[in-house]
T-cell receptor
């Protein structure tokens, strides 16, 4: 079945460091891909998305490119801030025609940014 | 426009008791999804509901768990005779409508259930 794999955390970085969180997926067809962020004590928020191969999603300085050849959707940011400390979830929406948006989440990667 | 609301935020139950988790979707949203997040794990889909209908409950345990989304009022996730393994964060999400493109699911803050 469809699945999402992420690099294990926790990840600890100094402020202004470069961030990469790896994400790979297994899916039939052409899924849509997402990154969600969960700040402490809160629910998940959609950070960015890409709906087809070679699309680049971007938001708040974060970027991820949909790579079909490597089945990857790695999250990157050039310079992290303390406020970026959160748990990041990679996710996919199955492309099989259904009547709704079933989303499969990865296990999450915890990021801590220290001043 | 208030976001997705869940209550209670924290719920403590003893083994064998019942847990009721409530979710009020965003205004104008008629689709509700429930997810469970076990410690150190990602979110697992449990059930998808529209008003008065369960559309997909493939992720929900066959026993002790039930969900509803009545015509009036919030969606309810009910867990009967709770066990320690039910301790988790339960998240509700809502979306506006379905279609051939993605309709973003907006998440509530979650209910953290602890079973003693």
């Amino acid at each position: 079945g469809n699945s999402v794999t992420q690099m294990e955390g926790p990840v600890t970085l100094s402020e202004e460091a470069f961030l990469t969180i790896n994400c790979t997926y297994t899916a039939t067809g052409y899924p849509s891909l997402f990154w969600y962020v969960q700040y402490p004590g809160e629910g998940l928020q959609l950070l960015l998305k890409a709906t087809k191969a070679d699309d680049k999603g971007s938001n708040k300085g974060f970027e991820a490119t949909y790579r079909k050849e490597t089945t990857s959707f790695h999250l990157e940011k050039g310079s992290v801030q303390v406020s970026d400390s959160a748990v990041y979830f990679c996710a996919l929406r199955e492309s099989v025609k259904t009547s709704y948006d079933k989303v499969i989440f990865g296990p999450g990667t915890s990021l801590s940014v220290i001043p | 426009n208030a976001g997705v609301m869940q209550n209670p935020r924290h719920l403590v139950r003893r083994r064998g008791q019942e847990a009721r988790l409530r979710c009020s979707p965003m205004k104008g949203h008629s689709h509700v999804y429930w997810y469970r997040q076990l410690p150190e794990e990602g979110l697992k889909f449990m059930v998808y509901l529209q008003k008065e209908n369960i559309i997909d409950e493939s992720g929900m345990p066959k026993e002790r768990f039930s969900a509803e989304f009545p015509k009036e009022g919030p969606s309810i996730l009910r867990i009967q005779q709770v066990v320690r393994g039910d301790s988790a964060a339960y998240f509700c999400a809502s979306s506006q409508r379905t279609g051939s493109y993605y309709n973003e699911q907006f998440f509530g803050p979650g209910t953290r259930l602890t079973v003693l």
